[in-house]
């Protein structure tokens, strides 16, 4: 397979393989809509990170009348599956990494779905850094991501859990296990508490886990 981005999967099997990778994975979309949707915002201007094939824009645009975009991936070939799928004048792109992005108080929301645990700690720093910048006061920061247990021997159990969930959808165990072996090499997630204290580090007011499932979470963060 040619690598176009920087998940196990190709840009243009991406929305196919991702459901039977990560549990609930369609759920993240739509946590993420009602979390919004609870926000009360009357226009949205709207950031989103690691945006992909632009599949949450897609559910967004259906699901709110005044909203406007900016997706940003450092995948081309994503940005380019993205373009194909949404084909509306109102989303701006940008082929770059969460930490290139210089947005300062523009949006009300900003999202990161599965994205910024590919960054490494200084990176990771520096893009939330930016995502502060970028939201207006009182805007949210939304982020799923994978997580770690803090105890090497749950994240045993839970890494084998998450494998069998993946044989279960269609990988070989050989599969599932190389699969999972990518975790701490080529992605780095955070504790629950680490994710907690970047983002009051930071500089958020309000931050909140609102879902929790396998090795997978959802927080939000107010300015």
């Known amino acids: 397979m040619v690598k176009d981005n920087t998940t196990p999967m190709s840009a243009n099997e991406y929305d196919k393989e991702i459901i039977n990778t990560i549990p609930y994975y369609p759920e993240f979309y739509s946590q993420t809509i009602d979390v919004i ?25 259906r699901n709110f009348s005044n909203v406007r975009f900016v997706l940003v991936d450092p995948s081309d070939k994503m ?61 949210i920061y939304i982020c799923f991501e994978n997580v770690i247990p803090e105890d090497e021997e749950v994240k045993e159990t839970e890494l084998a859990r998450w494998g069998r969930y993946q044989q279960r959808h269609g990988k070989s165990k050989e599969e599932a296990k190389a699969h999972n072996a990518r975790c701490g090499v080529n992605y780095f997630p955070l504790t629950v508490n680490q994710h907690i204290q970047l983002l009051k580090q930071i500089g958020f007011k309000k931050v909140h886990i609102f879902w929790y499932s396998y090795m997978q979470m959802g927080i939000y963060g107010i300015k």
């Open 37 to 61: 949707e609870q926000c009360g915002f009357t226009k949205i201007e709207w950031l989103d990170l690691g945006c992909g094939t632009g599949e949450l824009a897609g559910i967004a645009f």
């Open 79 to 139: 940005l380019d599956q993205a373009k194909a799928k949404l084909k509306n004048e109102a989303i701006e792109y940008y082929c770059c990494s969460s930490t290139m992005i210089t947005f300062e108080d523009q949006f009300n929301v900003v999202t990161a779905i599965q994205s910024h645990h590919y960054l490494k700690e200084a990176e990771r720093i520096k893009a939330t850094e930016a995502v502060y910048h970028a939201l207006k006061n009182g805007g």
